[in-house]
Each structure stands twice: as structure tokens, then as C-alpha cells.
């Protein structure tokens, strides 16, 4: 074998080749004979291979002309650049701005897993390229010449990758060799960069509402915006109109949507949503925080249940807020200003109570420790606040008000060689003027109350070698005291705008006050102790086991307590040992994860509430996880969860390399004990065809008593091009403890696209 490097620009030769343009690079040639005519052409032959830069041509045959820069390969010719691979018979390029023609070519782009062919390929540039009577898929080849499962033809397709745009004329979408989607002109983004143009449309069917079609159109307006305009059709309801818009800056960014159905036939009137979610960075003035959600009637949250799937769909926040952090020696400031109302959604089956809205509330919040503090930690809040009744509340049996509040706390914690001690003093003052007369006929009130309390911890470890068939393992042991003692002060004859009862949890027995809020203070002479145990594996710090009890010890009745529904000013407890609270995680089992928490009644001898959890991971896609909750009394609920291949080939996968096709089933239902009914369900099926993936998901979500919505969704998505119908994907990971995409990137399979 004889090798030539030939037209190398004598000019560029001392540089380096990664520095050079890559047209400026040299082009090597190697071949079993070559034929040189100086100056005029070289002809190789038999396994020939010509690079340039990330240029790669392999022919049976090929000659080169210097002069022109061009060169013809015929017989079994492979070109490959940047990723990109083509096959075919004969193909004439312009080596340095890779301009030419590919006869008969099959392309595939391995790093997307697509692949394709035409009758011709015309390249403009490096950059642009036409391709004749293309077909474009992400099925494999099938190998005796039959139509793949799904393909994309069109008569001609132009891409320009420099402006990210590709034109299909007469394009076709074939799915099951059965035409699914016909359009003369299609215009499409050929990278990942952004593009204006339609999007698939999307196809669902709601119990409400009918069956429904939307065909969004993207608007790409500038590199930091762009919009989104979706006309709908709803069978039962009529037409609407939903619009997205959304920007992104270095000081600026949010969207704006809003849903607009101009004549509800079912509910006979106009309706619309509106949601805003912006923040700003203002430089020395702070940064500005606006968000809220505003729906046009009560009935939209049972109608309409999908959007933004809120965690208070009946409660409706709108606020507008301004932080200003600032520091003071060794204290991090943050003086804030803020108007906040709500719109509540009230049902005639179950109303709720509307919060009072904030206009305005200013405010100056601080910790800080070390430098002139010394050992001290302190933190504080200075706040004013106008409460304003909500707008349903037409009664005025609620009072309006000015209030302002100062919260204090200092602490000088001792910690060293496990043994932790945090003695705290804690001051709670607060100050209203009403427009109305009080319980006790004053418009004017306040109360000052302070709270001293001692924490005190340690840790204990010592080597567990052996246990569990662990050859190295640490055990801890965590004894806890909190002692808090705060006196009693009256306080139902002042109102209360904010203040709730804390439920009875591991997150609340080691607090001081059992109201959240300001507006209560609990008075408190008692004592939390618990002991926590653990297992640590020190190789990679994980925690194993974690088991533990706490319990609180009241040395004197407590007069201000919450209501057992968490309202305030409930009746005087005078019960000396609270409740047991017992817990518990694992994953020393494997594949398996437990937790479980108690709450047990030493008066009554039973459990109180209890959560006992267990989720089953026996690799990707294949999970299975079970709840339930009891709260005697109120509620008891099992809930199950799964995402499991019905009839995968082996453990742990699905088809990575054919379109054998893979089922899986997922879902999620909550069913109450109680009430011997399904609450909420989400069940459905994948398939998984290794090309293309199936997705059929029917959700019930219950808005009443006796009331629910059900809706089916279906999608197709064609893997490396596109998916079709509305996307059930973020209802399957908010539903599915553990669900994972069947397209994840960490474990999408050799030649499948990552989801577009």
C-alpha cells in the first residue's frame, strides 16, 4: 500500500491542525495503487480513503483534481462527516467546502439512532443540502426490503443547518405502512436550537369536556422569547385559545399563559384562566418576585382539572414581592415588601375558608453569628402587615386589621465531640389595631411573650462488623431532650389572621410553639425526649437503618392549645404524656426500601395514625410501591403504585436493537378503606417497539363527594422525530413512585434518539 499527502496550502503548513479552519486542513489519500499526475490528477484504487479534517471518503475507486479541489468516487463509497454516514454507488464532491452529489444514497445519523435514504443528495455546502424522494426513520432496516414500522417521506427535503431550518415538499408520515399525517410544505428545526412552525397536534378525550383537539403553533419571536399559540376544539364546550408566552434574561424571566374559551356551552358563559409567573433582577433595588393564577368562575378546578396540576387547586395565590438583602457586619439582612390576595374556588359540597389577603406587608428578617456577635446565634423579624378580609367573606364577621409583629431569638450553642447544647431565648411580640371592636371591645391590643428552651443531643457510634452479612458497618445512638418552658398569657380575645394548629408529627414535637403563624403562642412547660439509632455504611456514608422514638412530657396543663382539627383556641390540655411517636427506614434488604411512622395513645392503647410505606426497585422500569395511611377517625387509605414489563425477555430491559416491542403496565390508585371506593386512579400500558413508543393512560381524579373527572389520553411517540397526542408523561411521574421514562438518556439503548 502507497500513501500521499496532497494539496496542502503551503502558507497554513506550521500550524497545528486542531488550530486550523477546517477547510484550511491537508488532505490525506491512501490507496492499494495510485496513479499521480502532477499538478493535474491523482486516481486511486482499491480500498480508498481520502480524509480531510472530519471528512472520511471510501471507494472502490477514486480520483482527485487538485485544481478544482474536486474529487469522484464510485464503488461502494462511504462517506463519512461529523456523525453523519452515507452509502451508495457514485458521489462527486468538493472536498474543502464539501459541495457536490451522493447518488442513490442511504444516510444514518448515529448519534440521533436515524437513518434513511433518497434517490439523490445535492450538498450546497457544508452546512445545506437537498435530498430527493428522501425517507427518513429510526427503525432499524428491516432486512427484506419491507416498509419500516414508521417513516417520514417526502418528495424533496431541504436542510440548512447554519439557519436550523429543514422544508419537506410532499411530506408523508407513515406509520404500520398506514399514511397517518399528510402536508404539501412542512417546515421543521433540523438541531435542537428552537424554530417558528406548527408542533404535532394533540388528541385526548375528557369525561367533562368531550373529545378534544389542539394544534399548537411555536413562534419563535427572538433568542430570549417566544410564544406559543394553541386553538382548540372541544366537542361538548366549542373553540378556544390557549397562549404561552415566555422570556428568559440575564435580569429578567417567566411566561404568561392563559386559557380563553369565548362561549362555554355547557356552562353557558365566557371563560378563561390567566397565570403569570415573573421575577426581575433590579440591581441595588432587589429582586421583584410576581406570581399568581386567576381562573374566571369556581367551577374551573373540576372542569379543567389538568393545569399546572397545583398543590391547592381551590386556592389561588396572586403576590407580588420585592427582596432587598443587605448585610451588617457578621448579620445577612433581607428587607422585603409584599401584596398578596387569593381567590378561592368554593364548593357547595365542601367550602373552605378564604385566607386573608396581605396589602401590603413590609418587612426586615436576620441571623447572623460570629464577629461581634462571638459565640452568639441570633436571628429576628420586624413586620407590618394589613389583613383584609377575602372577597367572598361578605358577612364581615372577620375582622380587618394593622398588624405589627417582632419575633427575636438568641441562642449560645456549645457543641464539641458529639455532645451538642443550645440554650435559646426567644422573644414573640405583637401589636393590632382593628377596624372593628375585639372580643373585649378594644380596637387597639398587644402582648409580648418570651420563651426559654434548652436542646441537648448527643451521638454515640461504635463499629457493627458482621451485622447483616456487612463486613463494615457503624451504629449510632442519638439520645434528644428539648425542654421549653413559655408562660401563659391570654390571648383568645385577640384575633387571629394567620395562626393554625401544627399536626402532631416528627416535625413538630421538637418545636416550641404548637400554633404556626404569630398571631398564637402556646404556653409550654414540658419536655420532648427521643433516641434515634442508625446504621452507616462508611464507604459511602449511606444510611441504611434509622429507627427511633420520642415522646413529650407536660409538667403543667397547657391553656393555649390548637383545636383537634388544627384551628385555634381549643380547650385546655391537661394530659401529662403525649402520644408515642415511633419510626423507622431501611435498605438493608435488597431491591427493597421500608418506612413506616406511628403514632401510638398510651390512654387508649391503640395507634392514632400510622404510615407504612414498602417500594420494590428490581432495575430500571421495573418498580412496584405500596402506602397506607390511617388516621383514626378521619381517613384510611391503601395506594399502589407500578411500572412493570408484562412481557419482557429478560430482567431489567426492554428491546434495545429491533422493534420486537415491549409491554409495560403502569398506574397508580388510592383506595379508601373508609369509604370502601377508589378515590383517584391512573392506569395504563406502554409499548415500547424500540423505534416507536405507545402510551394509553386513563386517569380518574376525584372534584367531590360523588363527582369526578376521567380522561384518556393516548400518544404515539415516533422515536427521533416527534411524539403525537397530549403527553401523559408528567402525570405518570407525579402519579408513579420510582417511574422513569422509557427514553432516559442514561439508558436509552445504542441507536434510539434521546426524546426531542
Not at 398 to 422: D, I, K, M, N
Not at 733 to 753: F, Q, S
Request: aromatic share 8%.
Amino acid at each position: 500500500m502507497t500513501a500521499s499527502v496532497i494539496g496542502l496550502p503551503t502558507a497554513r503548513a506550521a500550524e497545528p491542525a486542531l488550530t486550523r479552519p477546517a477547510a484550511a486542513l491537508p488532505i490525506e489519500l491512501s490507496a492499494e495503487r495510485l496513479t499521480v499526475t502532477t499538478d493535474r490528477e491523482t486516481v486511486a484504487e482499491g480500498d480508498v480513503r481520502l480524509r480531510q479534517g472530519g471528512l472520511l471518503i471510501r471507494a472502490d475507486r477514486l480520483s482527485y483534481r487538485p485544481p478544482t479541489d474536486r474529487a469522484a468516487a464510485s464503488g461502494g463509497v462511504r462517506l463519512e462527516r461529523e456523525g453523519a454516514i452515507f452509502r451508495g454507488d457514485a458521489a462527486e464532491l468538493t472536498v474543502r467546502d464539501f459541495s457536490g452529489w451522493f447518488v442513490a444514497p442511504q444516510f444514518d445519523f448515529p448519534p440521533l439512532g436515524t437513518r434513511g435514504e433518497a434517490s439523490r443528495i445535492d450538498f450546497a455546502s457544508r452546512t445545506q443540502l437537498t435530498a430527493a424522494d428522501a425517507r427518513y426513520t429510526s427503525c432499524p432496516r428491516p432486512e427484506d426490503g419491507s416498509e419500516p414500522d414508521w417513516q417520514l417521506q417526502a418528495r424533496s427535503v431541504t436542510m440548512d443547518f447554519d439557519a436550523n431550518e429543514g422544508r419537506a415538499e410532499g411530506a408523508r408520515l407513515r406509520f404500520q405502512g398506514v399514511s397517518i399525517l399528510a402536508l404539501p410544505r412542512l417546515s421543521f428545526p433540523v438541531t435542537g436550537a428552537r424554530k417558528t412552525g406548527w408542533l404535532p397536534p394533540t388528541v385526548g378525550l375528557d369525561s367533562r369536556s368531550g373529545l378534544e383537539l389542539a394544534v399548537p403553533w411555536y413562534w419563535n419571536l427572538a433568542p430570549d422569547r417566544d410564544l406559543t399559540l394553541t386553538p382548540r376544539v372541544l366537542t361538548r364546550r366549542g373553540v378556544g385559545l390557549d397562549t404561552q408566552l415566555r422570556w428568559l434574561a440575564p435580569e429578567h424571566q417567566g411566561q404568561v399563559d392563559t386559557q380563553w374559551l369565548p362561549d362555554d356551552r355547557v356552562a353557558g358563559r365566557a371563560r378563561g384562566l390567566l397565570a403569570l409567573r415573573h421575577q426581575h433582577a433590579l440591581g441595588a433595588l432587589g429582586t421583584l418576585r410576581v406570581d399568581g393564577v386567576r381562573v374566571s368562575d369556581d367551577d374551573w378546578w373540576k372542569d379543567f382539572p389538568r393545569f399546572g396540576r397545583l398543590l391547592t387547586p381551590r386556592l389561588l395565590d396572586a403576590s407580588a414581592r420585592l427582596d432587598r438583602p443587605m448585610t451588617l457586619g457578621p448579620l445577612a439582612l433581607n428587607a422585603y415588601a409584599q401584596v398578596q390576595h387569593w381567590q378561592v374556588l368554593q364548593d357547595a359540597e365542601a367550602p373552605i375558608v378564604a385566607p386573608y389577603a396581605r396589602a401590603p406587608r413590609l418587612g426586615l428578617s436576620g441571623r447572623g453569628r460570629g464577629g461581634w456577635l462571638g459565640p452568639l446565634e441570633v436571628s429576628g423579624e420586624l413586620e407590618l402587615n394589613r389583613f383584609e378580609r377575602p372577597d367572598d367573606d361578605s358577612g364581615g364577621l372577620r375582622p380587618e386589621a394593622w398588624r405589627w409583629h417582632a419575633l427575636g431569638q438568641v441562642a449560645w450553642p456549645w457543641r464539641a465531640g458529639g455532645v451538642s447544647l443550645v440554650p435559646r431565648l426567644a422573644l414573640n411580640a405583637a401589636r393590632y389595631r382593628t377596624d372593628e371592636p375585639m372580643a373585649d371591645g378594644r380596637r387597639e391590643a398587644g402582648r409580648l411573650i418570651g420563651t426559654f428552651s434548652f436542646d441537648a443531643g448527643l451521638r454515640l457510634e461504635r463499629d457493627a462488623e458482621g451485622w447483616f452479612g456487612r463486613t463494615s458497618l457503624r451504629q449510632t445512638l442519638e439520645p434528644r431532650l428539648l425542654y421549653v418552658r413559655t408562660p401563659y398569657k391570654r390571648q383568645d380575645h385577640l384575633p387571629n389572621f394567620d395562626a393554625y394548629g401544627k399536626d402532631f408529627n416528627l416535625s413538630s414535637i421538637y418545636t416550641t410553639n404548637a400554633f404556626s403563624g404569630i398571631d398564637r403562642v402556646s404556653d409550654a412547660n414540658e419536655l420532648t425526649a427521643g433516641v434515634t439509632s442508625r446504621l452507616i455504611d462508611p464507604g459511602d456514608g449511606a444510611e441504611l437503618l434509622r429507627v427511633g422514638i420520642v415522646q413529650r412530657f407536660r409538667f403543667a396543663d397547657q391553656r393555649v392549645a390548637p383545636q383537634a382539627d388544627g384551628d385555634v383556641d381549643g380547650p385546655v390540655q391537661d394530659q401529662r404524656l403525649s402520644d408515642i411517636l415511633l419510626f423507622g427506614s431501611t435498605t438493608l434488604l435488597p431491591r427493597w426500601t421500608l418506612d413506616a411512622s406511628m403514632q401510638y395513645s398510651p390512654d387508649i392503647g391503640r395507634l392514632q395514625r400510622s404510615i407504612l410505606g414498602a417500594s420494590y426497585l428490581a432495575g430500571p422500569y421495573r418498580t412496584v410501591s405500596g402506602r397506607y395511611r390511617l388516621a383514626r377517625g378521619v381517613s384510611e387509605q391503601f395506594e399502589l403504585g407500578w411500572q412493570w414489563p408484562l412481557n419482557a425477555p429478560a430482567a431489567g430491559g426492554r428491546p434495545r436493537s429491533s422493534c420486537s416491542g415491549t409491554w409495560y403496565g403502569v398506574g397508580r390508585i388510592n383506595y379508601s378503606l373508609k369509604d370502601s371506593r377508589i378515590t383517584d386512579s391512573l392506569v395504563g400500558a406502554e409499548y415500547d417497539a424500540g423505534c416507536w413508543i405507545l402510551r394509553m393512560v386513563a386517569e380518574r381524579q376525584s372534584t367531590g363527594v360523588s363527582a369526578a373527572t376521567t380522561r384518556l389520553m393516548l400518544q404515539l411517540e415516533l422515536v427521533g422525530l416527534s411524539r403525537l397526542g397530549p403527553s401523559p408523561l408528567q402525570v405518570l411521574k407525579d402519579n408513579i413512585p420510582g417511574y422513569r421514562l422509557l427514553r432516559e438518556a442514561d439508558d436509552a439503548p445504542a441507536g434510539a434518539a434521546p426524546t426531542p
